[in-house]
C-alpha cells in the first residue's frame, strides 16, 4: 500500500466570537464556524496506531479556539492567525487549509454566512 496524500481534517468547529469592523459586532459577538484540512503525512501512524505519530486533532482545536478567541477585525485576519499558529506549532504540517464563516454577517442578507477560505502552505 503506497500513501499518496493524507489530510487530517475538522469540520464545523463552532464559536461564539468578537470579530468584526463594527463596534456592535465587537461588543455583541457573532457565530462563526471553522473547517480546518491539514495536509500531513499519517503513515507512521497508520502502522503505529500511536498518536505521537500524528497531529492530535483535539490539539488543534484547542489552538483554533485560542485564536478565534483574540478579537480581530477581519475575518481574513483571523484565518491567518489559525493557520499560522498550526504552522508554526507542528512541522509535520505541509498545508493547512483554512475556511472561517460568520454565521450572521450584518449585511442585511438572508445568508448562512459570509468568510473566507485560505490554502496556506509552507
Not at 27 to 48: F, P, Q, T
Request: proline share 2%; charged share 25%.
Amino acid at each position: 500500500m503506497n500513501l499518496k496524500n493524507s489530510y487530517i481534517h475538522l469540520r464545523g468547529l463552532r464559536f461564539h466570537a468578537f470579530h468584526g469592523v463594527m463596534a456592535q459586532e465587537r461588543m455583541v459577538g457573532n457565530d462563526y464556524e471553522v473547517d480546518l484540512r491539514l495536509r500531513v503525512n499519517v503513515e507512521r501512524a497508520m502502522l503505529s496506531d500511536d498518536v505521537a505519530d500524528t497531529v492530535n486533532y483535539a490539539e488543534v482545536y484547542q489552538l483554533a479556539k485560542q485564536v478565534m478567541g483574540e478579537p480581530r477585525h477581519l475575518v481574513e485576519h483571523v484565518a491567518a492567525r489559525i493557520a499560522q499558529a498550526i504552522l508554526g506549532k507542528w512541522s509535520q504540517v505541509d498545508e493547512v487549509n483554512v475556511c472561517l464563516t460568520k454565521r450572521n454577517p450584518p449585511m442585511g442578507a438572508d445568508c448562512e454566512g459570509a468568510g473566507v477560505e485560505l490554502c496556506v502552505t509552507r
